[in-house]
């Protein structure tokens, strides 16, 4: 799955470098660069095929939030995250009732900047992954990855708690033992990332491990929910 993103920044420099940022993290590409609020309204209008809009909300012809408002009237669904030096707490309020998934406040890292895409991804491939009636454990699973916890300290380092939602779920939902393959294929990561969530969960007693054996080679270990929280 990959993620189509436009960026809405009239500073030439960071439109720039939010473009590149993009780039380099996975399964995301540029779908265009638009340096006002009408530019970017004229290329939604000819392309719907836009996932995410990073959005700055001081723009030469009017504010971000005026733009999502019109973009939402024009029936535009794309998400959102707003990437922007506005730290006015009633923007913030704004913007989160008008659907912004994300608040990302300049100055930030590119490591910063990787965190909330990579939470978004995992919030997209949680919602493609449902049915079309979900239970209370689906909901909290996808805005877990929209909404990581402070805890994310007491995992061990390199996890996150929106992907380890997401391996949980799926370790949940399977009726007989899975292995880090068959995970990583359903949460759409690499196998090594799978097994570090699985090896997790068996650790703290959340599942069990079991080999199976078959063919030549060494046997592959499988996960099974454990049913313990």
Partial sequence: MTFRVLVVEDEEVA?????????RVPDFEIAGVARTARTAADFLAAD????????????????????????????????????TSARDLDVVKHAV???????????????????????????????????ELVDQDDVDAMLAALRPKAQDHQLPKGLTRSTLALVTKTLRDAVDPV?????????GAS??????????????GSATRESRYGGTGRPEVEYRWSGQP
């Fill in 15 to 23: 439109s720039e470098a939010h473009a590149a940022y993009v780039g």
């Fill in 48 to 83: 719907d095929s836009v996932d995410l809009i990073l959005l700055d909300m001081h723009l030469p012809d009017g504010h971000g939030l005026g733009l999502l408002r019109h973009l939402r009237a024009a029936g535009h669904a794309c998400d959102v995250i707003a990437v």
């Fill in 97 to 131: 009732a008008q659907g912004v998934v994300a608040y990302l406040i300049k100055p930030f890292t590119f490591a910063a900047f990787r965190v909330k895409l990579n939470d978004y991804a995992t919030y997209r491939r949680t919602l493609a992954a449902q049915h």
């Fill in 179 to 187: 292995s880090a393959s068959q995970v990583a294929a359903i949460i």
């Fill in 191 to 204: 196998r090594v990332t799978a097994r570090r969530y699985l090896e997790h969960l068996a650790d703290s």
